[in-house]
């Protein structure tokens, strides 16, 4: 026998029992993806119960998306436990148009979750968090988020976080704490659509600023600045998006010194920034001039919604919470004392090891798929981006793409200005494991190698 469940450690029926203990060995790394799983009936006859039990915990795995089952040849350990979206439009086989990290077996996140949920209701019980918190965390929890950034931003203090349902309402409440209607806010001519969707409801003009492979040209933002007086800058410096762009430590020492020497401030959005912890934030250079915002979207799941701001000061940190408190109230107290939880026990940093691992192999899945075709990346980024040369109309190619199953975004989404690259980004992490992926990336370099006129929908 390769795996037999130890079942006194789990409780519950034995069916239930077995599912526990498979997830806990896949997360513990006694089981690896693609491992081939003893028959039914061997585990039925080595555990001593009926052969139905197992069926049914195998079952139930396979719902789980811990184990695939493969006719005529067994059951294994699954790649991912991401499950096939219910509500794709049609003609949709593959979506690879919102950014979202892999779900690897390996960060194994339903266990994860029902595990942390459990202390959560062993220690203080859930109705301790089904009333009003305070606006922007508990001091404990500030105090756990604070360790965990001071791994990014080693002068990060409680007293100056506040935690956000997302980085979405950080974003919009850093602009209405530091622009009024009419007013100019510089960022990439390229750039994330939720700082452009605030910007629209607030009244402020967002200003593009030329890139290159490293983003934002210093020359551009001096040149920004000085013109148009803006009263912040919206940058992401680490896997830009949609281009990948990141910043070297001699390009961020010169953004610094022209948000410093231009008396403005800097909104530093580092969503990405857990997926290359070498890289050093901007706001270890500047940290009296940036609202830094750090989140789980992109390195662990969006639809935890939890984000944390490190605010520039006392007085900055006030003004972010009493907008919180305005807008949203507070963050949802369940979701920050699970991720407190796994913050304070390394469960956290485990899962994103995992993610960021995973987002490491897709790409190397992608350059063997693209050899010859031309496009930005990271090794751990979660997407790529694919200039587009002049001979192919990007409206045309999309189309072309949807009519073959395969979604992916154009330059429009992003484009603060009118000069903006011409340009696809494509999610390699919405794909629900590296097959799917295999079979977009197909698509996708058939269709830009191939002759427009050549072109057969399939």
């Known amino acids: 026998m390769d795996w037999l469940p130890t079942l006194s450690e789990w409780?519950?029926?034995?069916?239930?029992?077995?599912?526990?203990?498979?997830?806990?060995?896949?997360?513990?790394?006694?089981?690896?993806?693609?491992?081939?799983?003893?028959?039914?009936?061997?585990?039925?006859?080595?555990?001593?119960?009926?052969?139905?039990?197992?069926?049914?915990?195998?079952g139930e795995a396979r719902r789980r998306g811990l184990l695939d089952a493969q006719v005529g040849q067994g059951t294994f350990v699954s790649e991912t436990t991401a499950r096939a979206a219910a509500d794709l439009p049609v003609p949709v086989n593959i979506d690879l148009s919102m950014n979202l990290p892999p779900q690897p077996v390996e960060a194994n996140l339903d266990l994860r979750i029902a595990q942390g949920l459990e202390s959560i209701r062993s220690a203080a019980g859930f109705s301790a968090f089904l009333s009003y918190s305070r606006p922007g965390g508990s001091a404990d929890e500030r105090e756990v988020a604070a360790s965990w950034l001071q791994a990014r931003v080693p002068q990060a203090t409680p007293e100056r976080?506040?935690?956000?349902?997302?980085?979405?309402?950080?974003?919009?409440?850093?602009?209405?704490?530091l622009t009024s209607p009419g007013d100019v806010v510089v960022t990439e001519v390229l750039t994330f659509p939720g700082v452009k969707a605030a910007a629209a409801r607030?009244?402020?003009?967002?200003?593009?600023?030329?890139?290159?492979?490293?983003?934002?040209l210093p020359a551009a933002l001096d040149e920004a600045c000085r013109k148009r007086k803006p009263k912040a800058v919206y940058l992401v410096p680490t896997q830009h998006n949609p281009t990948t762009a990141t910043m070297g430590v001699g390009?961020?020492?010169?953004?610094?010194?022209?948000?410093?020497?231009?008396?403005?401030?800097?909104?530093?959005?580092?969503?990405?920034?857990?997926?290359?912890?070498?890289?050093?934030?901007?706001?270890?250079?500047?940290?009296d001039r940036t609202w830094y915002a750090a989140s789980m979207a992109k390195c662990i799941a969006p639809a935890l919604r939890v984000a944390y701001l490190l605010a520039p000061d006392l007085a900055a940190e006030q003004k972010m919470r009493a907008g919180l408190q305005a807008t949203l109230l507070m963050p949802p107290s369940l979701m920050v004392a699970l991720l407190t939880h796994w913050l304070r026990s390394g469960i956290a940093n485990e899962i994103i090891r995992a993610i960021r691992s995973e987002a490491a192999a897709r790409q190397q899945l992608a350059a063997r798929f693209l050899k010859g075709v031309t496009y930005a990346a990271r090794p751990a980024s979660h997407h790529l981006w694919m200039p587009l040369p002049p001979h192919l109309e990007g409206t045309d190619l999309l189309s072309h793409l949807m009519r073959n199953g395969l979604a992916v975004v154009g330059e429009d989404a992003f484009a603060a200005g009118q000069s903006a690259p011409r340009g696809l980004r494509v999610s390699l992490g919405a794909a629900r494991n590296r097959a799917e992926l295999s079979q977009a990336l197909q698509v996708l370099a058939n269709t830009v190698k191939t002759p427009v006129g050549a072109r057969q929908v399939v």
């Open 161 to 177: 976080i506040v935690i956000y349902p997302g980085t979405q309402p950080i974003i919009f409440n850093a602009l209405l704490a």
């Open 202 to 216: 607030l009244g402020v003009q967002l200003v593009g600023i030329a890139m290159d492979g490293e983003g934002a």
């Open 11 to 58: 409780h519950g029926p034995v069916f239930q029992r077995i599912v526990d203990a498979l997830a806990a060995d896949i997360a513990g790394g006694r089981l690896v993806r693609g491992q081939r799983l003893p028959t039914h009936r061997a585990l039925a006859n080595a555990l001593g119960i009926d052969l139905t039990t197992v069926t049914r915990a195998y």
């Open 251 to 287: 390009r961020r020492k010169a953004i610094a010194d022209i948000i410093r020497k231009r008396a403005t401030v800097l909104i530093e959005d580092d969503a990405y920034g857990a997926l290359e912890p070498q890289v050093s934030p901007i706001a270890n250079l500047i940290p």
